[in-house]
């Protein structure tokens, strides 16, 4: 849970608001803003989505399923998470996720908890991603949609570190769920050290 300090700075006000693009994949709005200390801003755009789930799946070997897909914003392929945007039907985060998952790369199954929330750009857009852990999970058949070309790659969670600085990520969103799961698994292997030095 998110801190909060007596001396945080307030929330601007929303003097007017007006749409210029409503698109499934392109929704823009501009707000005329005045600060808490009276500032105005005339014209502030904000980048709409609905939220963003990942998944951090592991199977019962302790291997990420890793997605490459080509990222035409770019104009290369990276390992990725499987990820996606959650649609209408979707009765809750996780299903959103569990979907996304299965469709990738077929897999499902397994223990779920939710590992992390984080945003792409609190400045600029209004959305947050949500990633799952999911561990033990077990292959099935993908379904991935037509203009989808994924591979999937089953990578050991302790080869994922090398992955990373060695710039196989360039989705931040995706680089930072699996860097704090290393950190968690680095702390739990520290308190097993330090029970065994105890006795």
Same mark, same amino acid.
């Given at each position: 849970?998110?801190?909060?300090?007596?001396?945080?700075?307030?929330?601007?006000?929303?003097? /007017?608001?007006?749409?210029?693009?409503?698109?499934?994949?392109? /929704?823009?709005?501009?707000?005329?803003?005045?600060?808490?200390?009276?500032?105005?801003?005339?014209?502030?755009?904000?980048?709409?989505?609905?939220?963003?789930?990942?998944?951090?799946?592991?199977?019962?070997?302790?291997?990420?399923?890793?997605?490459?897909?080509?990222?035409?914003?770019?104009?290369?392929?990276?390992?990725?998470?499987?990820?996606? /945007?959650?649609?209408?039907?979707?009765?809750?985060?996780?299903?959103?996720?569990?979907?996304?998952?299965?469709?990738?790369?077929?897999?499902?199954?397994?223990?779920?908890?939710?590992?992390?929330?984080?945003?792409?750009?609190?400045?600029?857009?209004?959305?947050?991603?949500? /990633?799952?852990?999911?561990?033990?999970?077990?292959?099935?058949?993908?379904?991935?949609?037509?203009?989808?070309?994924?591979?999937?790659?089953?990578?050991?969670?302790?080869?994922?570190?090398?992955?990373?600085?060695?710039?196989?990520?360039?989705?931040?969103?995706?680089?930072?769920?699996?860097?704090?799961?290393?950190?968690?698994?680095?702390?739990?292997?520290?308190?097993?050290?330090?029970?065994?030095?105890?006795?």
């Amino acid at each position: 849970m998110a801190d909060h300090f007596p001396d945080d700075p307030g929330p601007w006000k929303v003097l /007017t608001r007006e749409y210029l693009a409503k698109k499934l994949w392109y /929704t823009v709005r501009v707000d005329r803003v005045e600060t808490p200390n009276g500032t105005i801003i005339p014209e502030y755009w904000i980048n709409e989505y609905p939220p963003w789930v990942n998944v951090v799946a592991l199977t019962d070997r302790d291997e990420v399923v890793l997605i490459r897909q080509y990222r035409h914003g770019i104009g290369a392929v990276h390992y990725e998470l499987p990820a996606g /945007t959650t649609d209408p039907g979707d009765k809750s985060l996780e299903e959103a996720a569990r979907r996304e998952l299965r469709e990738e790369t077929g897999y499902g199954g397994g223990r779920w908890s939710l590992l992390t929330t984080l945003s792409a750009n609190p400045a600029l857009q209004n959305n947050l991603t949500y /990633t799952f852990l999911a561990e033990g999970v077990t292959a099935g058949a993908a379904a991935p949609e037509e203009s989808e070309e994924i591979t999937v790659h089953l990578t050991p969670l302790d080869k994922v570190e090398a992955l990373i600085e060695g710039g196989g990520f360039v989705q931040a969103l995706h680089a930072a769920p699996l860097l704090q799961l290393l950190l968690r698994r680095a702390r739990e292997h520290d308190k097993r050290e330090h029970h065994k030095e105890a006795r």
